[in-house]
């Protein structure tokens, strides 16, 4: 039987699909777990309209909102934390176009997948500068691509400096949000990525509880690891319902995401983590269109293509929220995208619906390509407002310190 809250939260949410004038007409506060609105993270940066983890990504993703920003972290032959995806960076620099590099190419393994290209742990700091950062899909964002070649890679550190320079300048506490990205991996090559994270956030004085900054990774053990190295809040992200976390594949532990979700391993990790990242179908489920009954998925916006733009919404969301809430944990969902490729069909190419739809539903945050979308969203629900704030820059200026990540309504 459906409970009177999941009844409420899927009516806001058939109400979201159907136009913007009739919510307004109900809105409300968001059904966080603490009450506090929901954050909007910058992920990547604004990687809508910039390069990712490039510092022009990140300052615009504040510029437009963001609470937090959120760089990736992989590292250099120096032991130096950069923000890139992957550490195979043929597909967001221009390093295949660089002759003194060629002679890097390489084949590896990488969590049990073969890529051939151009890794960051064969290239000191000093070489990664000298590469451009460039768009990974330019063909779906050639807004974006026009600044091909106009940024570098940019470090932890200076991740860091943009973000305590921009709480400065705009009044607003401006949060980071790393990930580690393929700890075992670089653990097998002696490049732990946890110890340096752990100093540079001690060194900026980022290392407290209530400090602006969540880690997450999609593994687990390097979690546990950093429980004991930071006090920072933690977040356990989860892939696909039948992907495993990596460290679970290299010690034969059978569990997938899909395992990670029940309420008696959410109670587990809420022993290490502070919340959750799920990717949103975990939420939301999707599935694929078949109606010509050829067995076959659709293509049902006729792009040639099969992409969530054909994949029709379940009509009912899972019990993941709630279940994290009752654990104690945050749930933090990722990717929010405005491209109609990346929108599932019920939202008739209205990014804004899909944001209302999981504000309804009381996560405490998300991960947006485009916080500018997500920003407005966030204050039409959570705040009572329709106005962007966040171009009233020096009012309430205050100066980056320990001590909470502020009211993101303010
Ligand atoms: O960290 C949340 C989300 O970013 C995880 O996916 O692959 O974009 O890092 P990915
Ligand atoms: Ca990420």
């Known amino acids: 039987m459906l409970r009177l809250s999941r009844l409420i939260v899927l009516a806001s949410a058939v109400v979201a699909l159907i136009g913007t004038d009739r919510v307004d007409a109900q809105r409300s506060q968001a059904n966080t777990l603490t009450g506090k609105p929901p954050i909007v993270i910058g992920h990547r940066g604004a990687s809508g309209y910039r390069p990712e983890h490039t510092l022009a990504a990140y300052e615009l993703a504040i510029a437009m909102g963001a609470d937090y920003i959120e760089p990736d972290l992989v590292s250099t032959k120096d032991g130096v ?43 000191t700091l000093a070489e990664i500068k000298t590469l451009r950062a460039k768009e990974r899909i330019p063909e779906l964002r050639p807004g974006s691509a026009q ?12 991740v860091i400096d943009l973000a305590k320079r ?38 900026n004085n980022l290392d407290d509880a209530d400090d602006p900054v969540f880690i997450q990774s999609f593994e687990t053990e390097n979690l546990k690891q950093l429980n004991k190295l930071v006090d920072v809040p933690l977040v356990q992200l989860f892939d696909e319902a039948d992907a495993q976390p ?8 059978s569990r997938t995401y899909g395992d990670l979700t029940s309420p008696e391993e959410l109670a587990k990790i809420a022993e290490y983590a502070d919340g959750i990242g799920p990717f949103k179908r975990l939420i939301i489920p999707s599935q694929a269109v078949n109606e010509n009954g050829d067995g076959k998925p659709d293509d049902v916006n006729g792009d040639g293509e099969l992409s969530e733009a054909d994949r029709r919404l379940a009509t009912e969301p899972t019990s993941l929220v709630d279940d994290a809430h009752a ?35 009381g996560v405490d945050g998300l991960f947006s390509d485009n916080p500018d979308t997500a920003f407005v969203v966030r204050n039409r629900i959570a705040c009572g407002t329709q106005n962007p704030k966040y171009s009233q820059q020096g009012r309430n ?14």
């Open 166 to 203: 921009k709480s400065i300048e705009t009044g607003r506490v401006i949060g980071i949000y790393p990930e580690t990205k393929h700890p075992t991996y670089f653990d097998s090559i002696d490049l732990s990525l946890e110890e340096p994270l752990a100093k540079v956030l001690r060194q």
């Open 397 to 410: 200026r205050r100066v980056w310190t320990p001590g909470g990540t502020g009211n993101p309504c303010r």
């Open 81 to 123: 934390l950069i923000a890139r995806h992957e550490n195979d960076i043929t597909g967001t620099t221009d390093v295949s176009d660089r002759p003194e590099f060629a002679r890097r190419k390489k084949t590896k393994t990488i969590d049990g997948v073969e890529y051939t290209g151009w890794f960051t742990e064969d290239f």
């Open 147 to 158: 600044f091909d070649g106009l940024y570098q890679v940019p470090t932890l550190q200076e």
């Open 327 to 361: 654990a104690g944990l945050l749930v933090h969902p990722y990717t929010f995208r405005n491209e109609s490729f990346y929108l599932a069909v019920d939202y008739a190419n209205n990014p804004e619906a899909e944001y209302e739809q999981f504000f309804r539903l």
């Open 246 to 253: 990596y460290d679970f594949v290299a010690s034969g532990d």
